[in-house]
């Protein structure tokens, strides 16, 4: 069964950073894409970011690019979110999903494993 447990979400003001990880456990990590989504409350859970099996890959979300960026450790089981220049916008859950795929997209039902997520609140 694979577990995906994410960390590093908190409060932070606008313009600032934060970095989220994600472990990974359960089957062999490099061969499989991972991705990044959110829920901001009221809102249905978008599309963030994703990475290749091999990190040669990836593609974000046009609100996100410049801003984020997505990265693997291979040797870690770790997929890691850095996000700067945070927008009070930004304020939503974020989720680690794994594919079955050597790469992924945007596609929700690509990703049949999900972590519990992690808060990010960003103030004005």
């Known amino acids: 069964q694979v577990q995906l447990v994410e960390s590093g979400g908190g409060l932070v003001q606008a313009g600032g950073s934060l970095r989220l990880s994600c472990a990974a456990s359960?089957?062999?990590?490099?061969?499989?894409?991972m991705g990044w989504f959110r829920q901001a409350p009221g809102k249905e859970r978008e599309f963030v970011a994703a990475i290749s099996y091999n990190g040669a890959g990836a593609v974000y979300v046009d609100y996100v690019k410049g801003r984020f960026t997505i990265s693997r450790d291979n040797a870690k089981n770790t997929v890691t979110l850095q996000m700067n220049s945070l927008r009070p916008q930004d304020t939503a859950v974020y989720y680690c999903?794994?594919?079955?795929?050597?790469?992924?997209?945007?596609?929700?039902?690509?990703?049949?494993?999900w972590g519990q997520g992690t808060q990010v609140t960003v103030s004005s």
């Open positions: 999903a794994a594919a079955n795929t050597y790469h992924s997209g945007s596609f929700q039902g690509e990703y049949p494993y």
């Open positions: 359960g089957r062999t990590f490099s061969n499989y894409a």
